[in-house]
């Protein structure tokens, strides 16, 4: 081969050089671009456990207090998936270090399902692990928050039960000085106490029946786990992204080659 004919092939050699260069820094840099351009979901859990009050298989109240407690569980998913939850949630101080986030933004990155009727699960995700967690975190607090007005209604039966306890240990009490009395009149006294004793004991347990009947076919809710910090993703798709980016990087430095294939194919042939 002489000086002529390396010279007539040097600038097709320099033209495939810098498109190989050209494919491979665009396969490159589009692919960290890609890669650069999709940020890990990381996603915390949490599991409240619905516990049914029911009465005995043998009570006939059994069969529509079990259709009850299913109202009452889908009711408490729709709880966690109201608005005013997420409103009470963003202002709690589980959320507060995370900054300010609309309603619809917060909302839309919460999933909340119902597993049978005694399991709900609310999950979080976040850019951030730990945003992922708070997040969780708020819901539950301002979950249990709404759920207050039931714990209220199963306090006030644990207090009307103590307080029938207490009525009647006061009844033995009196029953005993009757006994020991040693006037007819100290007696009658005694036996008055007695009977407004009664009246007290029967009006507090009518109430307990009131309470209780309200609190057939419903729930005790509580928190079985408030949701981990994540350390591993849930959803990463930057190698895809990186994929992407790689393959879109490469588009320019195939033109180039292309372009050299066919200048090369119509480029017209020199004699010998």
Known sequence: MN?????????????????????????VIGGALGWMSETPIYASEGIVVIDPIMPSKEDPRYRASVAMFRGFAYF???????????????????????????????????????????????QFEHEDPEAAQAGVHASLEAFLALSAELNNAEDRVFHARAELKRLAARKTEVDEKIKRAETPAAAERLT????????KEERMQTLLEQLEAQLLGKGRVRVVDKGVLPTAPVRDRRLEKGAVGAALGMAPGLLLLLCFGLARMTAPRRDP
Do not use: N
């Open 3 to 27: 000086a002529r004919d390396e010279g007539a092939r040097a600038p097709g050699s320099r033209w495939l050089r810098w498109s190989m260069i050209v494919l491979i820094a665009g396969a």
């Open 76 to 122: 408490q998913q729709e709880v966690m998936k109201s608005h005013r939850l997420v409103a009470l949630a963003l202002e709690s101080d589980a959320w507060e270090a995370h900054g300010t986030m609309s309603k619809d933004a917060f909302d839309a990155r919460r999933h909340v399902e119902l597993r049978g009727i005694e399991c709900l699960r609310v």
């Open 192 to 199: 008055h106490q007695r009977s407004e004793l009664t009246k």
